[in-house]
C-alpha cells in the first residue's frame, strides 16, 4: 500500500466564499497561496451570491459582507476548497474567536460557465461558508456606509486599504470599527 496521500473527500473540505482581501491580487491573498502550496486549499472559480447582500468598506478600507439577503447587490467573489487545518488558519486570520467576523452559510451561483459538476452540486446543497462582519457592529457599518454598497471588493474599492501591521497598534480591530461607525461620514 504505502504511504499514498488520499484526496481530501467531501466532508473533509469546507467551500469558503472570498469576497476581499483573500482574493487574488489583495494584500490577505498571500495566505491563501499558503494554503494552496501546502495543499490545504485550493481555488474553484469565481462566483456570485444568490442573493443580493450589503458589501462595504469599514476602517482602513477593510470589506465586510453584511448578513442582510435581499439588500445591497449581488456579490462577486472567488470560492475556494479549504481543509480543516486551512480553515482554522481562516478563521484566526478573520478573527472568529474575538467576534471581528462570523463564520456562517451563503447561496452561490456560477458567475462564468463550466465551473466543476461537483462544485455546482455542493452549491446546490449550500454548504458554502462567507465571513460576515459580526452583529455586534453590522447594523452601525450599514447605516456608516449610507446602507450603499457594491456588487465586487475592486481596486478601486481597495484603494487605501492599510494592513493590519501598518494600523495603530494599540487599539484593537473592535475599537478601530467603534471609531469608525462613530464618525461622520465623507
Given at each position: 500500500?504505502?504511504?499514498?496521500?488520499?484526496?481530501?473527500?467531501?466532508?473533509?473540505?469546507?467551500?469558503?466564499?472570498?469576497?476581499?482581501?483573500l482574493k487574488r491580487g489583495f494584500s490577505n491573498h498571500v495566505l491563501m497561496q499558503?494554503?494552496?502550496?501546502?495543499?490545504?486549499?485550493?481555488?474553484?472559480?469565481?462566483?456570485?451570491?444568490?442573493?443580493?447582500?450589503?458589501?462595504?468598506c469599514g476602517p482602513y478600507r477593510v470589506p465586510f459582507l453584511l448578513n442582510k439577503?435581499?439588500?445591497?447587490?449581488?456579490?462577486?467573489?472567488?470560492?475556494?476548497?479549504?481543509?480543516?487545518?486551512?480553515?482554522?488558519?481562516?478563521?484566526?486570520?478573520?478573527?472568529?474567536?474575538?467576534?471581528?467576523?462570523?463564520?456562517?452559510?451563503?447561496?452561490?451561483?456560477?458567475?462564468?460557465?463550466?465551473?466543476?459538476?461537483?462544485?455546482?452540486?455542493?452549491?446546490?446543497?449550500?454548504?458554502?461558508?462567507?465571513?460576515?462582519?459580526?452583529?455586534?457592529?453590522?447594523?452601525?457599518?450599514w447605516e456608516r456606509n449610507r446602507r450603499r454598497s457594491f456588487g465586487a471588493y475592486?481596486?478601486?474599492?481597495?484603494?487605501?486599504?492599510?494592513?493590519?501591521?501598518?494600523?495603530?497598534?494599540?487599539?484593537?480591530?473592535?475599537?478601530?470599527?467603534?471609531?469608525?461607525?462613530?464618525?461622520?461620514?465623507?
Amino acid at each position: 500500500m504505502g504511504h499514498e496521500t488520499k484526496a481530501p473527500t467531501e466532508t473533509t473540505t469546507t467551500l469558503v466564499f472570498s469576497y476581499g482581501t483573500l482574493k487574488r491580487g489583495f494584500s490577505n491573498h498571500v495566505l491563501m497561496q499558503d494554503l494552496i502550496r501546502s495543499g490545504d486549499a485550493s481555488f474553484k472559480g469565481v462566483y456570485q451570491t444568490l442573493e443580493k447582500y450589503p458589501l462595504v468598506c469599514g476602517p482602513y478600507r477593510v470589506p465586510f459582507l453584511l448578513n442582510k439577503p435581499g439588500s445591497g447587490q449581488r456579490v462577486t467573489g472567488e470560492l475556494y476548497s479549504v481543509s480543516p487545518r486551512g480553515l482554522s488558519r481562516l478563521d484566526e486570520l478573520e478573527g472568529i474567536s474575538r467576534g471581528h467576523y462570523v463564520r456562517q452559510p451563503i447561496r452561490l451561483a456560477a458567475k462564468e460557465e463550466g465551473g466543476d459538476l461537483e462544485t455546482e452540486r455542493a452549491l446546490s446543497s449550500c454548504l458554502v461558508e462567507a465571513y460576515y462582519a459580526h452583529k455586534s457592529y453590522e447594523e452601525e457599518l450599514w447605516e456608516r456606509n449610507r446602507r450603499r454598497s457594491f456588487g465586487a471588493y475592486t481596486e478601486k474599492e481597495a484603494r487605501g486599504y492599510v494592513k493590519r501591521n501598518d494600523r495603530p497598534q494599540h487599539l484593537s480591530f473592535l475599537d478601530h470599527i467603534r471609531i469608525f461607525v462613530s464618525s461622520p461620514c465623507d
